[in-house]
């Protein structure tokens, strides 16, 4: 699986969009770009995943650049409960090589009020 | 989504005792995982454990000193032998469900 480079952490008022920048600049045609969340002393939880076209659920969106080696992932109206490590990955999709996520040191967000 | 229970929450042993760790899934999945998360650090794959047959280590991790098992397609334990204060940390189970890894809320572990 391709590395990824993210802040090492970044603080955010709340009420406003939080953008979460992600280097991956190694990646394959066919991995995918995954974001994961852990909050404190909780485990690591799904946030969106997305190959090349911009995407969006409930909890964020993700904009991929057009040469996929960067993508950036948007809380819309960070809460103090989004305060929490954000972990950008880059892997095969779930299926092709069961869920080995290799993780790199993540963006510590704080979210202030 | 996947539900997946750790047992125990929590623990605090002596130095070379030994702990099992159980992970139980609310459905059949074909492998399940297991993390190590130190003290500030981020997750390190230990193994992925398969149902009929034995587990397949990471880099730097051995099956003397973290021995699974995996008797079903629901049911997973990890046991840290021979403990020392380095294993403290953080211990979790994962699945994946279609598109998505699932966790377990954690074991963590210190050793004294």
């Known amino acids: 699986d391709a590395k990824t480079t993210q802040p090492p952490s970044m603080d955010c008022a709340e009420g406003r969009a939080a953008n ?14 995954y974001w994961y969340r852990q909050i404190h002393s909780q485990g690591p939880q799904y946030i ?15 904009i991929i650049t057009e040469d996929r080696k960067s993508s950036t992932l948007i809380l819309p109206h960070a809460t103090l409960r989004d305060t929490a490590v954000y972990y950008c990955i880059v892997r095969v999709e779930a299926w092709a090589a069961g869920n080995k996520l290799t993780f790199g040191g993540g963006t510590r967000v704080l979210v202030k009020p | 989504s996947a539900v997946i229970s750790q047992k125990p929450s929590r623990d605090i042993c002596q130095r070379g005792t030994s702990l099992t760790i159980q992970c139980q899934v609310d ?19 230990i193994a992925t454990a398969n149902q009929g047959s034995e587990a397949t280590y990471e880099s730097g991790f051995v099956i003397d000193k973290f021995p699974i098992s995996r008797p079903n397609l629901t049911f997973s334990t990890l046991t840290v032998s021979n403990m020392s204060p380095e294993d403290s940390s953080i211990y979790l189970c994962s699945v994946d469900r279609s598109t998505e890894a699932f966790f377990g809320q954690g074991t963590r572990l210190t050793v004294v």
């Open chain 2, 27 to 45: 459905s059949q999945v074909t492998m399940m995982f297991w993390y190590r998360q130190q003290p500030g650090q981020s997750l390190t794959l």
């Open chain 1, 48 to 62: 969106i995943h997305g190959l090349k076209n911009n995407e969006t659920n409930e909890m964020a969106s993700l």
């Open chain 1, 20 to 33: 979460l920048p992600c280097n991956h600049s190694t990646i394959s045609g066919n991995e995918y770009v």
